[in-house]
């Protein structure tokens, strides 16, 4: 069973001083502490600047004796990270995980990744690929990627409609889907892709 | 014994040597196979596992001076190599060992006591507990007894028993297994127990000396090896087997060598090689067709012709004269020299297979021999026959079985020991020649022996008058200590003359046993041991490790007595850990 005293405990912590790290955990619902939202701002001095990277967590029974599952939500375009399903390759998050980590601690752990890639040992080859080959269009897709993906909450939602229509979706259909999601672009855009 | 040897070596050679034998010789001969040499292999029941390893923990505690969970910890480490272990600490001492195996020796010294009445926080539940209910690890890393208990069970669930790392982060240290084993089976005995079993049986799991029997179903047993993991053994279970791949004994043959006879007899790939490059098959029927005649234009026996060289049907006034564009006559020279030699290494394979497998049916045959031998041993009792003893009988008879075993594994040995699948570059064709004439000629001789032994064993020597029986029980005697001899000349031709020369390739093969394959002896229980008693008999320590030095000695002089027969290669391995052990012997006897 998951040790809820802790992770309540976690949260407190962990949005107590969101002000300077800027990482924050926020329960998917009221209801079930086992599924969380991480928030991570991208690291500066890198394309993920700027940027605001969501993150999975789900907590397994066993935790914190078992590592928390972490997946992005948010798409990155990163050597360590799956450009197709979000998946971390980080060492704390497996065989390296302590029960002495939080979430946050892993959290910022991620953010390191983002600033450290490490190409040599690649969950995304394609990335990984480009990056030790063509560094200049690695930096470009990436900033391209957290621009597209990572940013969109700045933008307005009529912003949202216009850019959306602008792909060729009818207005109507972009307006519902985005109530639908709450406002998130990318969901919507998944959502209206998958007809 | 080496006096014995030599002064009768002449003899072996010749053809009558009845002359030569006296009683007194077949005495000797008899005596050889009564003084049985100290057993170099135990069997390890699931009784004996923990005596087993008191020797090995005893020592490292002895060395390093710590406590037994420490040792535990470290020749899991070290994967219970007591020599590896020691060298690592000659070379770069006690503080690199430790570290490296994850074991803090220093004693921490709690400089404030914890008063019942205070309260510590956990850093893994965040909770505030009463300091009487956190645990220090030896690495100084503190946390609540229940978060220790739920990092155990989670990692004895993972399979993690033997190396429970500390909670901190990147702590290496590896948890006290007493701790680990107090907390736990507070709350789960089972669990425990678990984790008590994984700890013990490490010493079998992780350990190059030691391995579980490979019987099915499996009889529990685990064997350990004293001083060379290349050896045949039997079990307690009856099971012989080499102990380096599992498999059926096998020597001379290498494992190596051996593991691709087996899989080459199976897919009897030589034979398919032969047809793919030596027939074709028919485009109507798709019979594989050999040609027999000079002419490409081939009809197969279902009338349909086709074009040897492309394959292709064509009607009968297709005729090589006049096929244009054919290209592939080029290559026909290629594709001859192909087809030879796939049928030069089909013949060359068939000899070597026909005799190997001839020699294994002999010796299925013979093993009946045991049956009828025994009968006309129990008829020449009943006589009146001033012959009393018939030990040469059942001698002559473990001797035709040794060697015929010897004779049969010797050819899929030739095969590869002068083919081209291992040592084509380590040879020049005439060193392969010489040594292939060498060892062929120790082969020959032991085979004429040997059958001449068979020949002998099989006669119904019980129904011949006394005189006859005399003359028959001189062969016999006579035969045995020949084939004997001859048997350890080969291995002896193989280790040291074919393999022991060898520049790049290292093969071993299991010594020469001239009583047959050694029975693993009993490992002697000091303490009625079960899992999860690990304290009981560490009490009980002076007693358990007792017992086990006591049956260790006479197997120590074993190993200047194997060595003897050794390979170069296995001898220099031989003396460079014999060397190791001297070294600790003292502290062994003291």
């Not at chain 2, 005893?58 to 020749?75: C, F, G, P, Y």
Request: aromatic share 8%; hydrophobic share 35%; glycine share 6%.
């Amino acid at each position: 069973m998951v040790d809820f005293a802790r992770v309540q405990k976690e949260l407190q912590e962990c949005n107590r001083d969101f002000e300077v790290s800027g990482i924050k955990v926020m329960p998917k619902s009221d209801a079930n502490l086992a599924h969380l939202l991480g928030t991570i701002p991208g690291p500066l001095g890198t394309p993920y600047e700027g940027g605001s990277f969501k993150i999975d967590i789900t907590l397994p029974d066993g935790y914190p004796f078992e590592p928390p599952k972490m997946q992005f939500a948010t798409k990155v375009w990163h050597p360590n990270i799956s450009s197709q399903s979000g998946a971390i390759c980080l060492d704390i998050l497996k065989d390296q995980w302590s029960p002495a980590l939080t979430l946050k601690t892993a959290l910022l752990s991620v953010q390191a990744l983002l600033s450290a890639p490490e190409p040599d040992d690649p969950q995304d080859a394609v990335v990984a690929q480009q990056y030790l080959r063509d560094y200049p269009t690695f930096m470009g897709t990436a900033r391209y990627w957290t621009e597209a993906f990572a940013m969109t909450s700045s933008l307005g939602v009529e912003d949202k409609v216009l850019k959306l229509v602008e792909m060729g979706f009818p207005e109507a259909l972009v307006r519902s889907t985005l109530v639908s999601v709450d406002g998130d672009e990318n969901m919507a855009l998944e959502k209206l892709c998958s007809g | 014994m080496e006096d014995y040897m030599s002064g009768s070596e002449e003899d072996y050679y010749s053809s009558d040597r009845e002359d030569s034998l006296d009683g007194l010789e077949n005495d000797e001969s008899d005596s050889k196979f009564v003084q049985y040499k100290a057993p170099s292999c135990k069997v390890i029941t699931k009784e004996s596992l923990l005596s087993a390893q008191r020797e090995d923990l005893r020592r490292v505690m002895e060395l390093l001076s710590v406590r037994e969970q420490h040792a535990r910890t470290l020749l899991i480490h070290y994967r219970w190599d007591v020599e590896k272990l020691i060298a690592v600490y000659v070379e770069k001492g006690k503080a690199c060992i430790f570290a490296g195996a994850g074991v803090t020796a220093v004693e921490i010294v709690n400089l404030d006591p914890p008063e019942a009445s205070s309260t510590v926080t956990c850093n893994i539940c965040m909770e505030d507990v009463s300091a009487t209910g956190v645990t220090n690890m030896d690495c100084g890393h503190c946390f609540c007894n229940s978060c220790w208990t739920e990092h155990f069970i989670v990692k004895i669930n993972e399979g993690q028993s033997k190396r429970i790392r500390c909670m901190a982060h990147k702590c290496n240290d590896i948890c006290d297994e007493a701790i680990v084993r107090k907390l736990v089976s507070e709350k789960h005995p089972d669990l425990a127990e678990k984790f008590d079993r994984f700890l013990l049986e490490s010493y079998i799991e992780d350990n190059k000396m030691v391995k579980w029997c490979p019987s099915i179903p499996h009889c529990g047993n685990a064997i350990r090896v004293e001083n060379d993991e290349f050896c045949e053994v039997e079990c307690l279970c009856g099971l012989q087997f080499c102990f380096s791949c599992l498999s059926e004994t096998h020597s001379p043959c290498s494992c190596l060598m051996w593991e691709l006879w087996t899989k080459k007899c199976r897919d009897e790939s030589e034979t398919v090689n032969w047809m793919t490059v030596h027939t074709k098959p028919c485009p109507k029927c798709h019979k594989p067709v050999e040609k027999n005649g000079g002419c490409n234009l081939v009809s197969c026996i279902c009338g349909q012709a086709f074009c040897w060289l492309c394959g292709g049907a064509t009607g009968r006034n297709h005729t090589w004269s006049n096929i244009t564009n054919h290209s592939c006559g080029r290559y026909k020279e290629d594709s001859e020299k192909m087809a030879k030699r796939a049928k030069r290494d089909l013949y060359r394979y068939m000899h070597y297979h026909n005799r190997y497998k001839a020699h294994t049916d002999s010796f299925k045959q013979e093993s009946r021999l045991r049956e009828t031998v025994k009968e006309k041993v129990s008829n020449l009792e009943a006589t009146d026959s001033k012959l009393r003893d018939f030990s040469w009988i059942t001698n002559g008879l473990c001797r035709l079985f040794r060697s015929r075993r010897a004779l049969s594994y010797s050819y899929p040995f030739a095969f590869y020991m002068f083919g081209d699948d291992f040592f084509k570059d380590e040879m020049t064709e005439k060193e392969r020649e010489i040594k292939q004439h060498l060892f062929e000629d120790q082969q020959q001789q032991l085979e004429s022996n040997v059958e001449k032994l068979s020949k002998f064993l099989e006669e119904p020597f019980d129904e011949y008058p006394e005189e006859q029986v005399m003359q028959i029980r001189m062969q016999v005697i006579n035969l045995t200590v020949i084939t004997d001899d001859l048997c350890k000349k080969m291995y002896e031709c193989i280790e040291n003359d074919l393999l022991g020369s060898l520049q790049f390739t290292i093969h071993n093969i299991a010594p020469y046993q001239s009583k047959g394959i050694e029975r693993a002896a009993e490992l002697a229980i000091g303490w009625s041991t079960q899992a999860g008693s690990i304290k009981k008999c560490q009490k009980a320590d002076g007693q358990a490790n007792g017992c086990i030095i006591e049956s260790d000695v006479p197997s120590a002089s074993g190993i200047s007595d194997e060595s003897e027969h050794s390979s170069r290669k296995r001898a220099r391995k031989g003396s460079f850990e014999s060397s190791l052990f001297d070294l600790n012997l003292p502290a062994k006897f003291n």
